[in-house]
């Protein structure tokens, strides 16, 4: 199997395709973990899981997969949710490209909520947030399971409450 523009080539266990192109919005069974995706929202006490904010997190499969340039994830952000709350929401990702960060994970030395909790306190820390200061907001999640390659990568989505 060779890529469409030809830059990598290799072999390919015929078990995880499904017939059909990736189409935004549309994933291969298996990419979805809801247990993990709610197991992040629940980091975040007080948040609000929405529907929309839940569908721009997963569109991160599609993203990452495709190696897709931001703007394609920014382009389709803005279709679910609007121009309006678009330039309200917040997010972040845990997608490193360090040689063996997602390595304790990936090899079973410390839990997958712990690592991403870890990760996730170091991140607010910087920006001096908890994850308590989210309370109030719409949020979304998403977490590659474990039988992806990608397994440790997450997103987070937020919106913060509407002010009437």
């Known amino acids: 199997m060779t890529n469409a523009k030809q830059s990598m080539s290799g072999y390919i266990w015929k078990g995880y395709l499904t017939k059909g192109a990736l189409t ?3 994933y291969p069974a298996g ?3 809801s247990k993990l995706n709610q197991s992040l929202i629940n980091l975040f006490p007080g948040t ?4 929309q904010l839940q569908q721009v997190a997963e569109y991160y499969i599609h993203a990452v997969n495709t190696y897709e340039p931001g ?3 920014y382009e389709y952000e803005g279709k679910i949710l609007g121009a309006e709350k678009q330039k309200k929401a917040s997010g972040f990702s845990t997608y490193s490209a360090v040689p063996g960060a997602y390595n304790q994970l990936r090899q079973n030395k410390v839990s997958f909520l712990q690592f991403e ?3 996730l306190q170091k991140y607010l820390k910087t920006d001096h947030k908890t994850f308590f200061d989210f309370s109030g907001w719409s949020i979304g999640a998403y ?8 397994y ?3 997103m987070i989505a937020l919106l913060p409450p509407t002010v009437k």
């Open 31 to 33: 990419l979805i973990d």
């Open 152 to 154: 440790g990568i997450i």
């Open 48 to 51: 609000i899981p929405d529907k």
């Open 71 to 73: 703007d394609t994830y």
């Open 117 to 119: 909790k870890n990760w």
């Open 143 to 150: 977490a590659f399971p474990k039988n992806s390659i990608f």
């Open 24 to 26: 935004k919005g549309s």
